[in-house]
C-alpha cells in the first residue's frame, strides 16, 4: 500500500481504481487530499499520462499539481483558502524519455509522480 508522497503516511492509502473513457484511474487518500494517476492503453502497455496532487496543510493553505506526462508540462499551485488567493504558482516542462508502465509502477515511488 503507498505511503504518500515522501515515504510519509499521511492518509488510508488506496481509494479506487476507475475505468472512464478507455483511461485507467487509480486514486490514493492523503489525510487532507488525494493524489491520482491516469493510464492509458498504447503501445501495447497501460502507460502513466496524467498525474494530479491535491493537499491541504490544515493551516489555511491547499497544494494543486498537475503533470501531463504526454506534453510534458507540470503544474504547480499554492493557494490559501481563508481568503481564496493565489499565493504560488509555477509551471515547468519535464520531458521523460518514456512514460511509465503500468506493470512496473508503485504509487508515491518516483518524485514527479
Given at each position: ?59 489555511g493553505r ?11 508540462i507540470r ?39
Amino acid at each position: 500500500m503507498p505511503n504518500g508522497k515522501n515515504g510519509y503516511r499521511t492518509g488510508n492509502g488506496f481509494w479506487e481504481i476507475e475505468i472512464e473513457n478507455h483511461n485507467f484511474w487509480m486514486r490514493n487518500e492523503l489525510l487532507r487530499g488525494h493524489y491520482e494517476h491516469k493510464f492509458q492503453y498504447q503501445n501495447d502497455n497501460f502507460e502513466l499520462t496524467e498525474y494530479n496532487y491535491v493537499e491541504s496543510d490544515g493551516h489555511g493553505r491547499i497544494y494543486f499539481e498537475n503533470f501531463d506526462l504526454l506534453t510534458g508540462i507540470r503544474k504547480t499551485k499554492t493557494e490559501s483558502y481563508p481568503d481564496d488567493k493565489i499565493l504560488e504558482q509555477d509551471q515547468e516542462i519535464i520531458k521523460l524519455e518514456s512514460l511509465p508502465n503500468l506493470a512496473d509502477f508503485y504509487p508515491g515511488e518516483q518524485q514527479l509522480y
